[in-house]
């Protein structure tokens, strides 16, 4: 039997995703290894799973730094027993009332998140002041990826008024270099450090990269590491970043619902049930089925074009690895947790929710 392959398939519905357990935990352990055994150096971000049992097997593992996109995905963190959250957002509008409220529930848990822009320092510092709270936050490094961060040339500047904040804490800085992909190793290490060079880090705390440049971050025993997708890993990094290691963790279960035409079947994975901001030759990518083109993809159909239309029946199961496993997980409530071979339980993605309680 192949890895993938489930046992009693008979019962898990399609389109759904399945998360092999000892690959996932397989995964965890290469990311501690990958910084020597310091889980201090790790700070995972939780947006690929969404998922307190996920984040609670890096928890009992001495992972206890996380960061996280959302309130959502951060409260999540925290109820799966996380004690130091980074939310990597600029906080606006009602989510400076919500991270009020998350540092009151959870007064364990060290909150923080980034700031870029002194004008919205002096609009935080107001309402923080009103509130009677203090405040953790990272400052945002524009690193060439021009999404978001302010540029080295200002910070001195942010720094400076951060400091004459009453109310707002500098913990260190963030420096996501997302836009360096490059296949080639020595290539982007050559990159990622020659932008890290720009920085000085002396007296902060950096929290730096994400999967791509995790290890080449992973070098510097100065640098805080913030893998996510490593976790399940998938087909796009997986090509790509083949020296890392990582297994993939996530597939995604299909089955044939029709033979419109010698040649075509339809399968029940349209591009609600798989990431699909990639063009369509970049999306999911079939273990047990050979010489075949996906077509199209509309909400709940994905036609392909296969050569042994002769040999595939309507029900036929098929299992794909998706090409970016972050959004394909936020479409699924739930993911089913395979246990040699067979789909034991599953665990909910609650945070894939905008809100849980907060």
């Not at 959302?70 to 939310?87: C, F, H, R």
């Not at 923080?112 to 203090?134: E, G, M, P, W, Y």
Request: some cysteine; overall charge negative.
């Amino acid at each position: 039997m192949n890895w993938y392959e489930i046992k009693n398939i008979e019962t898990v519905d399609s389109p759904s995703l399945l998360i092999f357990k000892d690959r996932l935990i397989q995964n965890i352990d290469q990311m501690i290894a990958m910084v020597d055994g310091d889980t201090n150096r790790l700070m995972p971000h939780v947006k690929t799973n969404k998922c307190i049992e996920v984040v609670g097997l890096m928890v009992a593992k001495g992972i206890k730094k996380f960061k996280a996109s959302t309130i959502a995905e951060a409260e999540m963190a925290a109820m799966a027993g996380a004690n130091k959250v980074l939310i990597a957002h600029q906080l606006v509008g009602p989510k400076i009332d919500r991270f009020n409220q998350l540092c009151k529930t959870f007064p364990k848990v060290d909150f923080s998140f980034l700031l870029d822009n002194a004008s919205h320092l002096s609009n935080l510092n107001t309402k923080f002041i009103a509130a009677k709270v203090q405040v953790n936050v990272y400052i945002d490094i524009n690193n060439g990826m021009n999404r978001s961060g302010i540029k080295t040339e200002n910070l001195n500047d942010l720094i400076n008024k951060i400091n004459a904040c009453e109310t707002v804490n500098l913990l260190g800085l963030h420096v996501y270099d997302g836009h360096h992909r490059q296949v080639n190793f020595e290539e982007r290490l050559e990159k990622i450090e020659s932008d890290f060079s720009n920085i000085d880090t002396t007296n902060y705390e950096v929290i730096s990269g994400g999967s791509p440049a995790f290890n080449i971050h992973s070098k510097n025993k100065n640098r805080i590491c913030s893998p996510g997708t490593s976790v399940f890993w998938d087909w796009g990094y997986g090509e790509k970043f083949k020296e890392q290691g990582f297994k993939e963790a996530a597939i995604l279960v299909t089955r044939v619902i029709s033979k419109p035409s010698e040649g075509l079947i339809t399968i029940d994975l349209g591009h609600k049930a798989v990431a699909a901001e990639n063009p369509i030759d970049r999306r999911i990518k079939f273990l047990n089925l050979n010489n075949y083109v996906l077509l199209s993809q509309s909400e709940e159909h994905g036609v392909l074009s296969v050569e042994n239309w002769n040999e595939i029946a309507i029900g036929d199961v098929f299992y794909g690895v998706p090409y970016h496993v972050c959004p394909s997980v936020n479409l699924y409530e739930e993911m089913g947790i395979v246990v040699d071979n067979e789909v034991q339980e599953y665990w909910q993605v609650i945070a894939r929710k905008r809100k849980i309680t907060i």
